[in-house]
């Protein structure tokens, strides 16, 4: 089970957040017209071996976004912060 670290709340359980997907990946511009760039924001993902990037929010709790940095290969957060910048 993953324990992460919200910011406002303290340590938690992996089930009082949602998986938001990858915080890696940057969205088009709303009026870019190439459909080739919509495909890869939406379905093309990496999922590389080691420290990844993702958005966590806690749903149970502060409902706040978050970033959460987890390495792949053995689940252990290497870091937890904010999402609104
Ligand atoms: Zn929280």
């Known amino acids: 089970m993953l324990r992460i670290e919200c910011p406002c709340c303290g340590p938690r359980d992996?089930?009082?957040f949602r998986y938001g997907?990858?915080?890696s990946v940057m969205r088009p511009s709303h009026d870019d017209p190439d459909p080739e760039a919509w495909y890869r924001y939406v379905y093309v993902r990496?999922?590389?071996p080691g420290p990844h990037s993702e958005?966590?929010?806690h749903m149970t709790?502060?409902?706040q976004w978050l970033v959460v940095e987890r390495d792949t290969r053995n689940?252990?957060?290497l870091s937890v912060g904010f999402a609104r910048t």
């Open 61 to 63: 709790g502060c409902r």
């Open 46 to 48: 990496k999922n590389p």
């Open 55 to 57: 958005f966590w929010q």
């Open 75 to 77: 689940h252990s957060i």
């Open 14 to 16: 992996h089930d009082e």
């Open 21 to 23: 997907g990858d915080a």
